[in-house]
């Protein structure tokens, strides 16, 4: 499923929450960012990231993010903190 997803299933998203889970901890994390990559794959979509944001103080250590939305299901996704922004703290997950 992780291999056929593409940027454009993401970009409604932008501005919206997604329920996440990482370990034991569960929260909702905005969706700040669908953004292609310009790099090589093996992919059979272009690669892209997705940047989720924490606005409540919510952190995890880079690990398995279980990403669970309406429509595209449930994703295991992994996930790597990259820092705050000037809204709260980001991760971003690659698609390549």
């Avoid at 905005?30 to 090589?40: D, G, I």
């Avoid at 992919?43 to 940047?51: K, N």
Wanted: hydrophobic share 40%.
């Amino acid at each position: 499923m992780l291999d056929k997803l593409r940027k454009e299933d993401f970009e409604p998203l932008v501005g919206r929450n997604l329920k996440v889970t990482a370990g034991d901890a569960t929260t909702e994390l905005e969706v700040a960012e669908a953004r292609e990559l310009k790099s090589p794959s093996p992919r059979g979509t272009p690669p892209f990231r997705l940047i989720l944001r924490s606005r409540e103080g919510w952190r995890a250590t880079q690990g398995m993010f279980r990403v669970e939305h309406p429509t595209l299901g449930t994703l295991e996704m992994f996930a790597v903190p990259v820092g705050p922004d000037s809204l709260g703290l980001c991760y971003e997950i690659l698609f390549n």
